[in-house]
Protein backbone atom coordinates (compact mmCIF):
# COMPACT_ATOMS: atom_id res chain seq x y z
CA UNK A 1 0.00 0.00 0.00
CA UNK A 2 2.95 2.67 0.67
CA UNK A 3 3.97 2.37 -2.65
CA UNK A 4 0.55 3.18 -4.42
CA UNK A 5 1.17 6.78 -4.50
CA UNK A 6 3.94 7.00 -6.35
CA UNK A 7 3.15 4.59 -8.43
CA UNK A 8 0.06 6.60 -9.19
CA UNK A 9 1.81 9.80 -9.79
CA UNK A 10 4.31 7.91 -11.94
CA UNK A 11 1.19 6.70 -13.94
CA UNK A 12 -0.07 10.25 -14.33
CA UNK A 13 3.42 11.90 -15.23
CA UNK A 14 3.78 8.89 -18.26
CA UNK A 15 0.22 10.55 -19.77
CA UNK A 16 0.98 13.52 -19.36
CA UNK A 17 4.27 12.82 -21.21
CA UNK A 18 2.10 10.98 -23.98
CA UNK A 19 -0.27 13.49 -24.34
CA UNK A 20 2.36 15.48 -24.81
CA UNK A 21 3.91 13.52 -27.33
CA UNK A 22 0.87 12.80 -29.16
CA UNK A 23 0.25 16.91 -29.39
CA UNK A 24 3.60 17.40 -30.64
CA UNK A 25 2.74 14.58 -33.32
CA UNK A 26 -0.43 15.94 -34.19
CA UNK A 27 1.37 19.81 -34.74
CA UNK A 28 4.03 18.29 -36.76
CA UNK A 29 1.45 15.99 -39.11
CA UNK A 30 -1.28 19.45 -39.14
CA UNK A 31 2.34 21.70 -40.48
CA UNK A 32 3.08 18.73 -43.02
CA UNK A 33 -0.70 18.66 -44.37
CA UNK A 34 -0.44 22.84 -44.09
CA UNK A 35 2.85 22.70 -46.14
CA UNK A 36 2.08 20.07 -48.94
CA UNK A 37 -1.23 21.75 -49.34
CA UNK A 38 0.44 24.66 -50.47
CA UNK A 39 3.06 23.58 -52.45
CA UNK A 40 0.33 21.55 -54.39
CA UNK A 41 -1.24 24.87 -54.80
CA UNK A 42 2.05 26.46 -55.91
CA UNK A 43 2.47 23.37 -58.19
CA UNK A 44 -1.01 24.14 -59.88
CA UNK A 45 -1.06 28.50 -60.32
CA UNK A 46 2.66 27.40 -61.79
CA UNK A 47 1.32 24.12 -64.09
CA UNK A 48 -1.86 26.01 -65.44
CA UNK A 49 0.47 29.94 -66.00
CA UNK A 50 2.36 28.10 -68.20
CA UNK A 51 -0.67 26.96 -70.03
CA UNK A 52 -1.95 30.15 -70.25
CA UNK A 53 0.66 32.33 -71.30
CA UNK A 54 0.56 33.39 -75.03
CA UNK A 55 3.56 31.23 -75.78
CA UNK A 56 3.60 28.02 -77.28
CA UNK A 57 6.49 26.02 -75.52
CA UNK A 58 6.34 23.69 -79.40
CA UNK A 59 8.06 26.94 -81.35
CA UNK A 60 9.98 27.38 -78.90
CA UNK A 61 11.79 24.22 -79.55
CA UNK A 62 11.54 23.63 -83.18
CA UNK A 63 11.36 26.77 -84.38
CA UNK A 64 8.72 28.98 -86.21
CA UNK A 65 10.10 27.47 -89.61
CA UNK A 66 9.30 23.76 -88.83
CA UNK A 67 7.07 21.73 -90.77
CA UNK A 68 3.88 20.57 -89.46
CA UNK A 69 4.71 17.29 -88.92
CA UNK A 70 7.56 18.07 -86.60
CA UNK A 71 5.64 20.66 -85.34
CA UNK A 72 3.25 17.60 -84.15
CA UNK A 73 5.30 14.81 -83.12
CA UNK A 74 7.54 17.13 -80.80
CA UNK A 75 4.24 18.14 -79.50
CA UNK A 76 3.54 14.73 -78.45
CA UNK A 77 6.88 14.11 -77.15
CA UNK A 78 6.60 16.75 -74.85
CA UNK A 79 3.19 15.37 -74.06
CA UNK A 80 0.85 18.29 -74.42
CA UNK A 81 -1.19 16.56 -76.69
CA UNK A 82 -2.93 14.72 -73.65
CA UNK A 83 -5.77 15.88 -71.68
CA UNK A 84 -4.89 18.94 -69.55
CA UNK A 85 -5.32 17.02 -65.96
CA UNK A 86 -2.98 14.50 -67.15
CA UNK A 87 -0.51 16.86 -68.03
CA UNK A 88 -0.96 18.22 -64.57
CA UNK A 89 -0.41 15.22 -62.95
CA UNK A 90 2.56 14.30 -65.17
CA UNK A 91 3.99 17.37 -63.98
CA UNK A 92 3.67 17.14 -60.28
CA UNK A 93 5.09 13.44 -60.79
CA UNK A 94 7.89 15.27 -62.70
CA UNK A 95 8.57 18.02 -59.95
CA UNK A 96 8.32 15.20 -56.80
CA UNK A 97 11.53 13.39 -58.97
CA UNK A 98 12.99 16.61 -59.42
CA UNK A 99 12.79 16.83 -62.93
CA UNK A 100 12.06 20.53 -63.90
CA UNK A 101 12.70 19.90 -67.72
CA UNK A 102 15.30 21.05 -69.79
CA UNK A 103 16.08 24.26 -70.66
CA UNK A 104 16.38 25.77 -74.12
CA UNK A 105 18.47 28.40 -72.96
CA UNK A 106 21.36 26.82 -71.85
CA UNK A 107 20.49 23.19 -72.88
CA UNK A 108 20.91 21.86 -69.49
CA UNK A 109 18.24 20.31 -67.28
CA UNK A 110 16.80 23.24 -65.44
CA UNK A 111 17.41 21.80 -61.81
CA UNK A 112 20.85 22.26 -62.39
CA UNK A 113 20.81 24.98 -63.63
CA UNK A 114 18.86 26.38 -60.32
CA UNK A 115 21.14 24.95 -58.43
CA UNK A 116 23.84 27.15 -59.62
CA UNK A 117 22.28 30.69 -59.88
CA UNK A 118 20.42 30.65 -56.54
CA UNK A 119 23.41 30.54 -54.18
CA UNK A 120 24.15 34.00 -55.82
CA UNK A 121 20.77 35.25 -55.25
CA UNK A 122 20.89 34.42 -51.56
CA UNK A 123 24.03 35.35 -50.74
CA UNK A 124 23.31 38.76 -52.31
CA UNK A 125 19.71 38.74 -50.31
CA UNK A 126 21.35 37.08 -46.68
CA UNK A 127 23.40 40.51 -46.89
CA UNK A 128 20.61 42.75 -47.95
CA UNK A 129 18.69 41.37 -44.58
CA UNK A 130 21.90 41.17 -42.38
CA UNK A 131 22.11 45.17 -42.94
CA UNK A 132 18.31 45.57 -42.86
CA UNK A 133 17.43 43.69 -39.66
CA UNK A 134 20.56 45.36 -38.23
CA UNK A 135 20.22 49.17 -38.83
CA UNK A 136 15.89 48.66 -39.42
CA UNK A 137 15.20 47.97 -36.52
CA UNK A 138 17.56 50.32 -33.98
CA UNK A 139 16.09 53.48 -36.32
CA UNK A 140 12.76 52.44 -35.98
CA UNK A 141 12.85 52.34 -32.66
CA UNK A 142 14.95 55.89 -32.27
CA UNK A 143 11.78 57.01 -34.68
CA UNK A 144 9.43 55.87 -31.73
CA UNK A 145 10.94 57.14 -29.12
CA UNK A 146 11.77 60.44 -30.79
CA UNK A 147 7.72 60.71 -31.96
CA UNK A 148 7.90 64.08 -33.96
CA UNK A 149 11.87 65.23 -33.58
CA UNK A 150 13.93 66.17 -35.98
CA UNK A 151 15.41 62.49 -36.03
CA UNK A 152 11.92 60.72 -36.48
CA UNK A 153 10.71 63.06 -39.76
CA UNK A 154 14.25 61.89 -41.22
CA UNK A 155 13.76 58.41 -40.42
CA UNK A 156 10.68 58.58 -42.00
CA UNK A 157 11.71 60.42 -45.04
CA UNK A 158 14.12 57.43 -45.66
CA UNK A 159 11.39 55.11 -45.57
CA UNK A 160 9.41 56.88 -47.81
CA UNK A 161 12.22 56.68 -50.49
CA UNK A 162 12.40 52.97 -49.66
CA UNK A 163 9.15 52.45 -51.17
CA UNK A 164 8.69 54.56 -53.59
CA UNK A 165 12.50 55.14 -55.19
CA UNK A 166 12.71 52.21 -58.17
CA UNK A 167 15.34 49.83 -57.80
CA UNK A 168 16.66 49.67 -61.44
CA UNK A 169 16.95 53.84 -60.76
CA UNK A 170 18.83 53.30 -57.45
CA UNK A 171 21.52 51.06 -59.09
CA UNK A 172 22.18 52.11 -61.92
CA UNK A 173 23.24 55.70 -59.44
CA UNK A 174 24.85 53.41 -57.32
CA UNK A 175 26.93 52.27 -60.04
CA UNK A 176 27.16 55.81 -61.73
CA UNK A 177 28.65 57.29 -58.31
CA UNK A 178 30.18 54.41 -56.43
CA UNK A 179 31.56 52.66 -59.01
CA UNK A 180 32.67 54.53 -61.97
CA UNK A 181 32.58 58.25 -60.02
CA UNK A 182 34.51 57.00 -57.04
CA UNK A 183 35.81 53.34 -57.44
CA UNK A 184 34.84 52.91 -54.28
CA UNK A 185 33.51 49.28 -54.96
CA UNK A 186 33.80 46.81 -58.64
CA UNK A 187 31.20 46.54 -60.75
CA UNK A 188 28.94 44.60 -62.35
CA UNK A 189 29.21 40.35 -61.70
CA UNK A 190 30.20 38.59 -58.67
CA UNK A 191 33.70 38.61 -58.98
CA UNK A 192 36.71 39.76 -61.62
CA UNK A 193 37.52 37.89 -64.91
CA UNK A 194 40.51 36.57 -63.46
CA UNK A 195 39.13 35.19 -60.52
CA UNK A 196 36.01 33.78 -62.69
CA UNK A 197 35.99 29.75 -62.12
CA UNK A 198 39.10 29.61 -60.00
CA UNK A 199 37.25 28.84 -57.41
CA UNK A 200 35.44 24.88 -57.22
CA UNK A 201 31.98 25.71 -55.50
CA UNK A 202 31.16 23.99 -52.40
CA UNK A 203 28.22 25.63 -51.43
CA UNK A 204 27.22 28.19 -53.96
CA UNK A 205 27.98 31.13 -51.83
CA UNK A 206 31.22 32.59 -53.07
CA UNK A 207 32.09 34.31 -49.60
CA UNK A 208 31.71 30.91 -48.01
CA UNK A 209 33.25 28.58 -50.56
CA UNK A 210 36.41 31.34 -50.89
CA UNK A 211 37.38 30.74 -47.24
CA UNK A 212 36.77 26.79 -47.15
CA UNK A 213 39.08 27.15 -49.99
CA UNK A 214 41.66 29.77 -48.00
CA UNK A 215 41.38 32.29 -51.38
CA UNK A 216 41.01 35.52 -49.59
CA UNK A 217 41.47 37.75 -53.14
CA UNK A 218 38.75 35.59 -54.40
CA UNK A 219 36.87 36.40 -50.69
CA UNK A 220 37.77 39.73 -51.04
CA UNK A 221 37.07 40.53 -54.33
CA UNK A 222 33.62 38.70 -54.16
CA UNK A 223 32.90 41.30 -51.44
CA UNK A 224 34.06 43.89 -52.89
CA UNK A 225 31.16 43.18 -55.60
CA UNK A 226 28.35 41.90 -53.29
CA UNK A 227 28.44 45.19 -51.24
CA UNK A 228 26.52 47.57 -53.49
CA UNK A 229 23.75 45.14 -54.82
CA UNK A 230 23.27 43.84 -51.08
CA UNK A 231 23.65 47.62 -49.78
CA UNK A 232 20.85 48.50 -51.81
CA UNK A 233 18.16 45.45 -51.44
CA UNK A 234 19.53 46.04 -47.77
CA UNK A 235 18.02 50.25 -48.48
CA UNK A 236 14.72 48.52 -49.25
CA UNK A 237 14.29 45.99 -46.52
CA UNK A 238 15.49 48.66 -44.20
CA UNK A 239 12.99 51.18 -45.43
CA UNK A 240 9.84 48.21 -44.10
CA UNK A 241 11.62 46.99 -41.07
CA UNK A 242 11.88 50.32 -39.70
CA UNK A 243 8.82 51.38 -40.67
CA UNK A 244 7.11 48.46 -38.93
CA UNK A 245 9.15 48.64 -35.64
CA UNK A 246 8.61 52.33 -35.38
CA UNK A 247 4.32 51.87 -35.58
CA UNK A 248 5.04 48.36 -32.70
CA UNK A 249 7.31 50.64 -30.69
CA UNK A 250 4.81 53.51 -30.86
CA UNK A 251 1.62 50.65 -30.02
CA UNK A 252 3.61 49.81 -27.32
CA UNK A 253 4.79 52.93 -25.12
CA UNK A 254 1.51 53.62 -25.33
CA UNK A 255 0.57 51.01 -23.19
CA UNK A 256 -0.41 51.01 -19.28
CA UNK A 257 2.83 48.96 -17.95
CA UNK A 258 5.23 51.01 -19.63
CA UNK A 259 3.91 54.25 -18.25
CA UNK A 260 3.93 52.56 -14.98
CA UNK A 261 7.31 51.33 -15.43
CA UNK A 262 8.49 55.23 -15.88
CA UNK A 263 6.18 56.03 -12.81
CA UNK A 264 8.66 53.57 -10.43
CA UNK A 265 11.54 54.92 -11.81
CA UNK A 266 12.47 52.49 -14.62
CA UNK A 267 15.88 53.75 -16.65
CA UNK A 268 14.70 54.85 -19.97
CA UNK A 269 16.87 52.15 -21.71
CA UNK A 270 15.13 49.41 -19.56
CA UNK A 271 11.78 50.52 -20.20
CA UNK A 272 12.44 51.06 -24.13
CA UNK A 273 14.28 47.38 -24.55
CA UNK A 274 12.84 45.36 -21.95
CA UNK A 275 9.71 46.64 -21.41
CA UNK A 276 8.59 48.35 -24.62
CA UNK A 277 10.68 46.41 -27.22
CA UNK A 278 10.67 42.61 -25.82
CA UNK A 279 7.26 42.53 -26.92
CA UNK A 280 7.43 43.15 -30.09
CA UNK A 281 10.50 40.57 -31.11
CA UNK A 282 7.56 38.25 -32.07
CA UNK A 283 5.82 40.59 -34.67
CA UNK A 284 9.35 41.60 -36.07
CA UNK A 285 10.15 37.99 -36.67
CA UNK A 286 7.50 38.07 -39.41
CA UNK A 287 8.48 41.27 -40.49
CA UNK A 288 11.85 40.41 -41.14
CA UNK A 289 10.60 36.87 -42.54
CA UNK A 290 8.63 38.78 -45.16
CA UNK A 291 11.02 41.17 -45.93
CA UNK A 292 13.68 37.82 -46.80
CA UNK A 293 11.33 36.26 -48.91
CA UNK A 294 10.68 39.82 -50.99
CA UNK A 295 14.39 39.73 -51.24
CA UNK A 296 15.12 36.66 -53.00
CA UNK A 297 11.74 37.12 -55.18
CA UNK A 298 12.47 40.47 -55.85
CA UNK A 299 16.05 40.56 -56.88
CA UNK A 300 15.07 40.82 -60.18
CA UNK A 301 16.04 44.46 -61.17
CA UNK A 302 18.90 44.77 -59.14
CA UNK A 303 20.48 41.52 -60.71
CA UNK A 304 19.97 42.79 -64.33
CA UNK A 305 21.72 45.92 -63.25
CA UNK A 306 24.52 44.48 -61.81
CA UNK A 307 25.05 41.27 -64.17
CA UNK A 308 24.36 39.32 -61.28
CA UNK A 309 23.98 35.63 -62.25
CA UNK A 310 21.16 34.70 -59.92
CA UNK A 311 17.84 33.36 -60.20
CA UNK A 312 16.07 36.58 -61.23
CA UNK A 313 18.68 37.22 -63.60
CA UNK A 314 18.07 33.79 -65.08
CA UNK A 315 14.43 34.10 -64.66
CA UNK A 316 14.22 37.37 -67.05
CA UNK A 317 16.64 35.19 -69.81
CA UNK A 318 14.51 33.04 -69.39
CA UNK A 319 11.30 35.16 -70.31
CA UNK A 320 13.10 36.88 -73.03
CA UNK A 321 13.77 33.81 -75.09
CA UNK A 322 10.40 32.21 -74.70
CA UNK A 323 11.92 29.32 -72.18
CA UNK A 324 9.02 28.24 -70.09
CA UNK A 325 10.58 25.28 -68.46
CA UNK A 326 13.39 27.70 -67.03
CA UNK A 327 10.46 29.86 -66.42
CA UNK A 328 7.95 27.73 -64.08
CA UNK A 329 11.17 26.15 -62.64
CA UNK A 330 12.24 29.24 -61.46
CA UNK A 331 9.13 30.14 -60.45
CA UNK A 332 8.61 27.30 -58.69
CA UNK A 333 11.85 27.65 -56.51
CA UNK A 334 11.06 31.01 -55.78
CA UNK A 335 7.36 30.43 -54.80
CA UNK A 336 8.82 27.08 -52.66
CA UNK A 337 11.43 29.43 -50.55
CA UNK A 338 8.48 32.05 -49.99
CA UNK A 339 6.66 29.33 -48.13
CA UNK A 340 9.45 27.87 -46.26
CA UNK A 341 10.20 30.90 -44.80
CA UNK A 342 6.63 31.80 -44.21
CA UNK A 343 6.66 28.57 -42.34
CA UNK A 344 10.38 28.76 -40.60
CA UNK A 345 8.61 32.48 -39.14
CA UNK A 346 5.00 30.54 -38.06
CA UNK A 347 7.60 27.96 -36.18
CA UNK A 348 9.90 30.36 -34.37
CA UNK A 349 6.58 32.73 -33.77
CA UNK A 350 5.14 29.65 -31.93
CA UNK A 351 8.23 28.84 -29.51
CA UNK A 352 8.87 32.53 -28.14
CA UNK A 353 4.87 33.36 -28.14
CA UNK A 354 3.13 30.26 -25.68
CA UNK A 355 -0.09 31.85 -26.52
CA UNK A 356 0.53 30.83 -29.96
CA UNK A 357 0.60 27.14 -29.74
CA UNK A 358 -2.74 26.79 -27.69
Do not use: C
Not at 38 to 58: E, K, Q, S, W, Y
Not at 103 to 124: H, K, Q
Amino acid sequence: MAFEPSTGVASARISMLAGRAFESAASVFRFAIVVAGTFLGLLAITFFIGRVVPIDPVLSVVGDRATQEVYEAARQAMGLDRPLIVQFFAYVGDVLTGDLGMSISTGRPVVEDLARVFPATLEMATIGIIIGVVLGVPMGVVAATHQGSWIDQLIRVLGLLGYSVPAFWLGLVGLAVFYAGLGWVAGPGRVDIFYDGLLDPVTGLYLIDSVIAGEWDIFWNALDHLMLPASILGFFSLAYIARMTRSFMLDQLGQEYVTTARVKGVSERRVIWRHAFYPIRIQLITVIGLSYAALLEGSVMIETVFSWPGIGNYLTTALLTADMNAVLGATLVIGAVFIMINKISDVLYRILDPRARR
